[in-house]
């Protein structure tokens, strides 16, 4: 999680920043997802990461995107669409997770 005195990026876990030492927040730690669950969960299923990261509405088009695009495999296009919507949908929700931490610490 990221530091708020001074934007470390610390361990999800960590109690103590490792650059400043000051004491992070339990509220904190609660509030910031990780990031790297969310990028697993987009593994296992598009637009899970996002739901995941509270993003409700784009984690359900995703799904939806992605049964699409699964069923249009029977079309060969899907072949194209299925790796591109998973692999952007696994970057997105980790960058969605750690955007998120950086402005909850008030990071910038
Ligand atoms: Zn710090």
Same mark, same amino acid.
């Given at each position: 999680?990221?530091?708020?005195?001074?934007?470390?990026?610390?361990?999800?876990?960590?109690?103590?920043?490792?650059?400043?030492?000051?004491?992070?927040?339990?509220?904190?730690?609660?509030?910031?997802?990780?990031?790297? #669950? +969310? $990028?697993?969960?987009?593994?296992? &299923?598009?637009?899970?990461?996002? @739901?995941?990261?509270?993003?409700?509405?784009?984690?359900?088009?995703? #799904? +939806? $995107?992605?049964?699409?695009?699964? &069923?249009?495999?029977?079309?060969? @296009?899907?072949?194209?669409?299925?790796?591109?919507?998973?692999?952007?949908?696994?970057?997105?929700?980790?960058?969605?997770?750690?955007?998120?931490?950086?402005?909850?610490?008030?990071?910038?």
């Amino acid at each position: 999680m990221f530091c708020p005195s001074c934007g470390y990026p610390n361990r999800y876990d960590a109690r103590y920043c490792r650059s400043c030492s000051a004491r992070l927040p339990d509220e904190l730690r609660a509030a910031q997802h990780s990031p790297g #669950i +969310a $990028a697993v969960l987009s593994f296992f &299923w598009c637009g899970l990461g996002q @739901i995941y990261n509270g993003q409700i509405g784009k984690g359900l088009a995703m #799904i +939806a $995107a992605y049964a699409v695009s699964w &069923w249009m495999m029977w079309l060969v @296009i899907g072949f194209i669409t299925t790796p591109i919507l998973w692999v952007w949908g696994i970057y997105d929700a980790y960058r969605t997770a750690e955007r998120r931490n950086r402005r909850l610490a008030g990071v910038t």
